[in-house]
């Protein structure tokens, strides 16, 4: 994992500081790269920078593809290093690689680049998902694939739950409910979680039978699936930017697979009302761009306005980017002694998520990289 750097100088962030939605404290130190909330001694002489601001922990992007190049195929290693170089210069400090073609994990040591959390590769069902950016495989192999995977990555796998069936000429899921109780069985067991790409309605319910551990896009979600997700407390990855995508997937398709195509649509048309009312109903909805191949990377801030446009508040969009992404993987905000990974604003973000692009500094393992 990531080495922390010691800084060259004490950072004294004059806040407020928020550690919550509804927790705020008026300053903090960062010394050694980590976060303190009382002053340290410091020996006499010591450099300090004071800054003033809002203080919040770095924005989260929980389904970022590093390593996939513009359009598909895998990049260099160098390459994937740029991409998380142009999101962390918008402030995201916290990935989780939802799929790579390439081994990434030699990007976690290297200390200017956000905090990486890896997924390992897809895993989808033969010739049922994007050419060459999966490991596809049948049922039988899947047992042995999510374990392999599990191993590969940083406590998550990520399977490819529906896709096109080219026969059917419409999204239907990849796999039958055994299929899915096995994935979920397997990951558990090696002490990993999984989540599923899921577009249509009717995989939903095969992975929450399961017992799947998060749901990406979930466009597919119905009032029933709703209702089941927020009680089975499984949050939604919601990827809106890339929902907005689905017209040029279903002009792509719709000479072929006219179904395909209208499915795509209603989709689409669905998604800020299905949104709104997954918020509403007590799903945690967590920020997540899908940037990496179909998607340039950069684009966090896009996602946060879809948000609002689904009509939530500044405060949800907020805890959506921040908070509640290190709440689920477990890694610190602001503690104290927490590595001093944060964004210094210069308005509130509780009361315009747009605050959120007017940082002042970026400062990631105690530096100040932007």
């Known amino acids: 994992m990531r080495t922390d750097v010691s800084p060259a100088l004490v950072l004294h962030l004059r806040g407020p500081v928020l550690l919550g939605p509804d927790q705020e404290i008026p300053e903090v130190w960062v010394i050694d790269g980590r976060i303190r909330h009382e002053r340290p001694e410091l020996p006499a002489g010591t450099d300090i920078q004071q800054i003033d601001g809002y203080v919040v922990p770095g924005l989260a992007d929980l389904h970022c593809h590093l390593g996939i190049a513009d359009g598909g195929g895998g990049t260099t290693l160098e390459a994937a290093r740029q991409q998380a170089l142009t999101d962390r210069d918008t402030g995201v400090l916290l990935i989780r690689d939802a799929g790579s073609i390439i081994d990434t994990a030699p990007l976690q040591q290297q200390p200017d680049l956000p905090r990486l959390i890896r997924c390992g590769r897809h895993l989808a069902r033969t010739r049922r998902y994007l050419f ?100 089975a407390g499984v949050p939604v990855v919601s990827t809106l930017v890339n929902v907005g995508e689905f017209e040029s997937y279903a002009s792509q398709g719709e000479k072929k697979f006219p179904d395909y195509a209208a499915h795509m649509r209603r989709l689409r048309a669905g998604r800020y009302d299905r949104t709104r009312d997954a918020h509403d109903a007590g799903i945690q909805l967590l920020a997540g761009t899908d940037a990496g191949g179909v998607l340039g990377h950069g684009i966090i801030h896009d996602e946060l306005d879809e948000f609002a ?57 105690g530096q100040i990289v932007a």
Request: aromatic content about 6%; some cysteine; glycine content about 10%.
């Open 132 to 231: 060459g950016y999966a490991d596809e495989l049948e049922p039988e192999e899947l047992p042995a694939a999510v374990t392999r995977e599990a191993g590969r990555g940083d406590g998550w796998v990520k399977l490819v739950g529906d896709w096109i069936d080219r026969g059917v000429g419409d999204l239907t899921p990849c796999w039958d409910a055994e299929d899915f109780h096995v994935a979920a069985r397997a990951a558990h067991h090696a002490g990993a979680r999984i989540t599923t790409h899921t577009f249509g309605e009717s995989t939903l319910p095969l992975a929450l039978d399961a017992g799947f551990d998060c749901l990406e896009h979930a466009t597919g979600l119905t009032d029933e699936t709703i209702s089941r997700t927020a009680e």
């Open 309 to 365: 446009r689904a009509g939530l508040d500044a405060t949800t969009i907020l805890d959506a980017a921040t908070w509640a992404p290190r709440r689920f993987l477990g890694v610190p905000g602001l503690e104290d002694g927490a590595p001093a990974d944060l964004l210094v604003l210069a308005r509130d973000p509780r009361t315009d998520h747009h605050a959120l692009r007017e940082r002042s500094h970026v400062v990631l393992a």
